[in-house]
């Protein structure tokens, strides 16, 4: 260790120098006291924004005592004065770097003096906006650079330049150049890699003048360039690259899609004969399958399926197969494939018969629709379908039912009692109307039954016989009383007969009789008188006259 020296601990030396700093803090204070004392200043306002060539005017005022006070600048200067309040004044400020200052010499102490800050400014005349080295459309996903050209303006610390897509704010830039206070030109880019999105956007940039509080108000006005229109030119590209659809009158195959330039579209399929430039096809005019469609531009291409289905419908029973039976209830069942979910759906039910017809309006549920019947035996062979309304409307097939009922035997053909002459056998027949067709059976005893419509009746037949009409679904049986009787037609007919063979008889006996009388009698030419009229002669003298031919001689001798 030295002579004249002692070690200090580190606890020593931070508290050292502790005090070293606060002895150095006070004595400025002190001195900037004391120099405040001296020369108060007060200038109205402390800081000058001024258009170029615009007028200024500001003063300066002091309390102290002093020898003198002015204003020092290259234009306005105010010659030392013993007033207390003396003002700059320049009617046309055009020094872009002016620095005036006032001063004062008081009684005591050295000469003060206080800077004015003067900041002179001026609006650009022009803001441009060009595209740097292209000209024409933009290409998607390219680079480009856009330039923002500002001409004669100041102070460019305070210019800041502002990139805007639309009304969208993109980029802006601020200059840090403090020292350069005179006019300028600035140029400003700025890379932009543009989408289809920015097809037809409006690119602009815009010059500000950030002068502060102290500026004019309202600020200066924004400087802005005319837009610049962007043609971008894009490939075709389809949102989806399959689409299925429900064919229907109002739906289309729709491939239209945002290009530029424009597409060209070509279709392709295996149902499609002809060539198709459009963009859009009737679905309705197309037949279920894929239809693939290419829309191309100098770019490129890109291509779309659809997938065309039909409405599917089908009708059938709930929880039975087969014929139906009379007066029971079921259900049918309409299921529809292939519709658009976000559609309402109307499905009408149809029944087709000799007698009848129905049509009932059934909203969907669940892609099916049900309807509640109860068959009669005249829907035998009635045919029921379903239909989706639709533009054409789509209908199921004919679903065609069989109605099963119980016999019911004809009873106008099959009297409750006949009669049967002896000797003359009667025939019987049994017929019924049933579904499935009924089997027939006559029963003429506890034992004897005979499978058959018909049944020969003698006269040994039983008195009570009975038909028998039998189905899956039921029977019916009609009962006949046999009545056997004599025929009395035989014995009236001989007895008739008898009477008529002896009638003849007689007949012809008494014919025989007159017949003899006639041609074998004896006559009396006696008293006979020739009548004068007709020359017969009087039989037996009496007036009756027998009919009598004159003969001639000739015939005489003959």
Request: net charge neutral.
């Amino acid at each position: 260790m030295q002579k004249g020296t002692f070690p200090l601990t580190t606890s020593s030396r931070v508290t050292y120098m502790r005090l070293t700093l606060l002895g150095v803090f006070f004595l400025c204070f002190s001195l900037l006291t004391g120099a405040e004392a001296e020369c108060s200043f007060q200038l109205n306002p402390q800081r000058v924004v001024v258009r170029y060539g615009g007028s200024v005017e500001v003063t300066c005022n002091t309390s102290v005592s002093h020898k003198g006070m002015g204003w020092e600048a290259s234009e306005g200067r105010v010659s030392k004065t013993n007033d207390s309040l003396i003002t700059w004044r320049v009617s046309e400020l055009k020094e872009w770097d002016i620095k005036p200052l006032c001063y004062i010499n008081p009684n005591k102490g050295a000469q003060c003096l206080v800077k004015l800050p003067v900041t002179v400014y001026k609006t650009p005349d022009s803001v441009s906006i060009s595209t740097v080295n292209h000209t024409g459309p933009m290409k998607e996903g390219q680079q480009y650079e856009l330039q923002c050209d500002v001409h004669d303006v100041a102070p460019v610390q305070n210019l800041t330049v502002k990139w805007y897509k639309g009304q969208t704010l993109l980029h802006q830039t601020n200059f840090s150049d403090t020292e350069n206070k005179t006019l300028v030109n600035k140029t400003v880019t700025l890379l932009i890699r543009p989408d289809r999105a920015d097809d037809g956007a409006q690119y602009r940039c815009e010059a500000e003048l950030d002068l502060g509080a102290e500026g004019p108000q309202p600020p200066p006005k924004i400087n802005s360039s005319e837009p610049l229109n962007v043609e971008v030119y894009y490939k075709p590209q389809h949102s989806s690259s399959t689409e299925t659809i429900i064919k229907d009158d109002k739906v289309m195959l729709d491939c239209s899609v945002k290009a530029n330039p424009a597409p060209d579209y070509t279709w392709s399929s295996d149902h499609l004969n002809l060539n198709i430039s459009s963009s859009v096809i009737k679905s309705s005019a197309l037949s279920p399958g894929k239809y693939t469609c290419n829309a191309t531009n100098i770019l490129g291409s890109d291509s779309k399926v659809f997938i065309l289905k039909s409405t599917d419908i089908s009708i059938s029973f709930v929880n039975h197969s087969g014929a139906v039976i009379v007066g029971k209830q079921y259900e049918l069942q309409c299921i529809i494939q292939n519709v658009d979910p976000s559609k309402s759906v109307v499905v009408r039910w149809y029944k087709l018969s000799q007698t009848n017809s129905t049509d009932a309006n059934m909203t969907l549920v669940s892609n099916s629709s049900k309807l509640q019947i109860s068959p009669s035996k005249t829907d035998d062979g009635a045919q029921y379908w379903c239909e989706v309304e639709g533009t054409p409307p789509v209908s199921s097939e004919r679903l065609n039912i069989t109605v099963h009922y119980k016999p019911i035997i004809n009873k106008i053909k099959l009297p409750s009692t006949v009669p049967v002459f002896r000797g003359y056998p009667e025939v019987l027949v049994c017929e019924a109307d049933g579904n499935p067709k009924p089997t027939i059976s006559w029963s003429l005893g506890a034992y004897d039954k005979k499978d058959s419509e018909k049944l020969n009746i003698t006269e040994s037949t039983p008195e009570n016989v009975s038909c028998t009409a039998n189905n899956s679904v039921g029977s019916d049986i009609g009962h006949v009383k046999v009545i056997l009787k004599e025929d009395y037609l035989p014995l009236i007919a001989g007895l008739i007969a008898v009477i008529v063979a002896f009638i003849s008889v007689i007949f012809i006996f008494i014919l025989s009789i007159y017949y003899k009388t006639a041609k074998m009698g004896h006559y009396s030419l006696k008293n006979a008188k020739p009548s004068a009229q007709n020359g017969n002669i009087a039989q037996n003298g009496k007036h009756n006259t027998i009919p009598m031919k004159k003969l001639s001689q000739s015939s005489i001798l003959a």
